[in-house]
């Protein structure tokens, strides 16, 4: 009978220490306040989840390092550091579970009194760590700073769906995560938009059942193409060709060496940018990541990050982007696209404003067959429409910008019912030459809005 009872109470141990780690991923169990406890900054001491704890510091050639001896924080997939900087710094956290020990770098920007908030690697994969190991910090941009770290907490965020979607009854958008938080999805709920196939290829316009006399096949048209990692509408920037000497290597893309190019959605591969953190209230979502490098495989994802806030206003969404990098690579001087857009081929007619009239030109092919032809529009936007003159469309609006090149890529060849995810796209990009620099934030904002080539100006007309 003895045995039996320490059987049973074997068993139950047993159960109850494998049940302890899944309970971690229950909603009641996430937390949902991110505040980071800070107490004064000390060699011997660091505020860790609002405790004074102990470490080993350490500071050699220009790097500081806290050891926090593998202290137990509770499982966590998010963390949060209070700091002071007086310079760019490269950081590295590495935490424990059980065995198994996983470090990874991050990066902060000089700032008094500042809080750097990031998901741990391998956040969509359900990974959650519940030891705190070390933080190291080194300049960038200098070679001594002023740092002060005041604390460190961390959490167990619950993980975010992969779409993450607003909207506010005219019109819906989404991002997509593992896309970099990048604008993968825009939905205009108030003009009855429908797609619908005319021997074998997709139109799309309000109301296009009735004005081609065929049943809709999709009464929910995302307006975005998200066929892959390039398209989208996204932050995309270019820097070094590594002629310098700055020691970076280009990749290769379309049989040509690629400058670096830290691109919001990806790389050329459908490799996925990291989500850094994201915020998300009823009209806003604030997502930030850290890119990869177009042309090259994602171990060889950037040392920089992409901010963006997507805010919805009546029928336009509002998006206002940043990035910072840290590579340190040589200043270069070229065309910025600021955003790239892509949307889907059924809205093949370009319209913008070169003077004071609106403008159709019907007929543009692929970009660069086409010589990267650029159109310059007085009212700052430019978009495309399906194929009458008063069809149905998206635009994209850059308050101060002129310069568009456009084309469309296998025009008139779209044949899903979902023409997001299909081949075909028309793209624009807001062109404005800028000189890439690392450790210098730049950031511009853009707004996209849907309906006529009219309504398109006039609501743009209203901001």
């Known amino acids: 009978m003895a045995v039996f009872k320490r059987i049973i109470s074997l068993i139950t141990s047993l159960i109850m220490t494998i049940a302890g780690y899944p309970m971690s991923f229950l909603p009641s169990q996430t937390d949902t306040d991110f505040f980071v406890a800070a107490g004064s900054s000390s060699d011997d001491f660091l505020t860790v989840n609002g405790n004074e704890t102990a470490l080993d510091y350490s500071a050699d050639a220009g790097k500081i390092s806290f050891d926090f001896s593998d202290t137990d924080c509770g499982y966590f997939n998010y963390f949060g550091i209070s700091y002071s900087s007086d310079a760019y710094l490269k950081g590295e956290i590495t935490y424990s579970k059980g065995k198994t020990v996983s470090s990874e770098e991050f990066f902060l920007e000089p700032c008094e009194n500042g809080v750097f908030y990031s998901f741990i690697d391998g956040v969509f994969d359900k990974k959650k760590m519940n030891g705190l190991c070390s933080v190291s910090f080194a ?48 939905e205009d709920l108030d003009s009855n938009v429908e797609a619908v196939k005319v021997d074998g290829i997709t139109k799309v316009d309000s109301n296009a059942s009735e004005r081609y006399g065929k049943r809709a096949v999709n009464k929910s048209v995302n307006l975005i193409n998200a066929n892959d990692t390039g398209r989208l509408v996204q932050q995309s920037y270019y820097g070094s060709d590594g002629s310098s000497g700055d020691g970076y290597t280009p990749g290769i893309f379309m049989d040509n060496r690629w400058n670096y190019n830290p691109v919001q959605g990806g790389n050329q591969y459908n490799e996925s940018s990291k989500i850094v953190d994201l915020k998300v209230t009823e009209n806003e979502i604030y997502v930030k990541c850290r890119p990869l490098d177009w042309s090259l495989p994602e171990e060889n994802i950037t040392p920089s990050y992409m901010e963006a806030t997507y805010v919805l206003d009546g029928a336009r969404l509002d998006a206002s982007c940043r990035f910072v990098d840290f590579s340190g690579y040589t200043p270069t001087y070229t065309s910025q696209e600021i955003p790239a857009f892509y949307c889907i081929e059924p809205f093949n007619r370009f319209v913008y404003c070169p003077d004071e009239d609106i403008e159709i030109v019907p007929d543009l092919i692929f970009w660069p067959d086409a010589g990267y032809p650029k159109f310059n529009s007085t009212e700052n936007w430019a978009g495309f429409i399906g194929e009458f003159d008063d069809s149905f469309g998206i635009g994209v609006y850059v308050e101060g910008e002129n310069s568009f090149l456009a084309g469309v890529y296998n025009r008139e060849t779209t044949d899903e019912k979902d023409p997001a995810h299909d081949d075909p796209t028309s793209y624009i990009a807001v062109i404005k030459f800028i000189t890439f620099e690392s450790f210098t934030p730049f950031s511009y904002n853009f707004s996209l809005t849907s309906g006529t080539a009219e309504e398109i100006r006039q609501t743009f007309a209203e901001r």
């Open 139 to 186: 300049p960038l941009d200098k070679a001594e700073a002023e740092v002060e770290i005041f604390g460190i907490s961390t959490f167990n965020r619950e993980i975010p769906e992969r779409e993450i979607f607003i909207e506010n009854g005219k019109i819906r958008i989404g991002i997509d995560l593992l896309w970099g938080g990048a604008l993968s999805y825009f």
